[in-house]
């Protein structure tokens, strides 16, 4: 299985409502999965915020409950305060080594596009991660996103041309674009312009030739 961060957890104190734990610095959370009871947890706000920060959605982490059991989990959904971004409650999603799992994995770009470089393209990244389906220990950290085959200004790589590790099933849609190279805003307006200024003029030269046949 991929590296996995430690996590300290206790079991919930459930004499104190959610809002009161937040209040000393507590953040509720559970974890669940198939064939395991729900369990209802509680973490330190300082810890849980280091931890949600390096795991993200597509790393492994090791609870351990009490300093007792352990668990490997992933993160499936993290609430936080709109205004204040500090973490409400986390759920986590207890794997199984024998159990395929569904997960999202970042994308990550490598080298360097010509059509940028060289062609006064603009890359633009359309997708930050795809959704996949693997066993625990198949769960890549991230997908690498060659980009060095990007030689002309519209080129694009789309999700069914990423190269994924064996063992890994992609779900995001294969014909989604990950990242394209478009025009620069100002060669698009440039060629607008000069569109425009051959359609003014075409109509300009039908109107002279309309009014010198009147005259005649």
Known sequence: MPTQIPLSA???????????????????????????????????????????????????????????EQHQALFREVQRDPVSGNLL??????????????????????????AVTEGGGVLVQQLDYVEV?????????????????????????????LTVPEGVDVLTDGDAVVVQVSVPRAAVEEEVAEEERV??????AEAEADAEEGEA
């Open 10 to 68: 206790q079991p919930r104190d459930e004499t104190k409502t959610p809002r009161a734990l937040r209040r000393e610095g507590i953040v509720p959370g559970v974890l669940y999965g198939r064939r395991f009871q729900p369990t209802k947890l509680q973490f330190s706000q300082q810890v849980l915020a280091r931890v949600v920060s390096r795991a993200g959605y597509s790393h492994f982490v090791s609870v351990d409950v009490g300093g007792g």
């Open 89 to 114: 409650h986390v759920d986590l999603y207890r794997v199984l080594a024998d159990e395929k799992l569904r997960s999202t994995v970042p994308l990550l770009l490598i080298g360097e596009a010509p």
């Open 133 to 161: 389906e693997c066993f625990p220990s198949d769960l890549p950290d991230v997908i690498e996103v060659d980009i060095s085959g990007l030689v002309h200004l519209h080129a694009h790589i789309a999700v069914s041309d």
């Open 199 to 204: 359609v003014e003029e075409a109509a300009e």
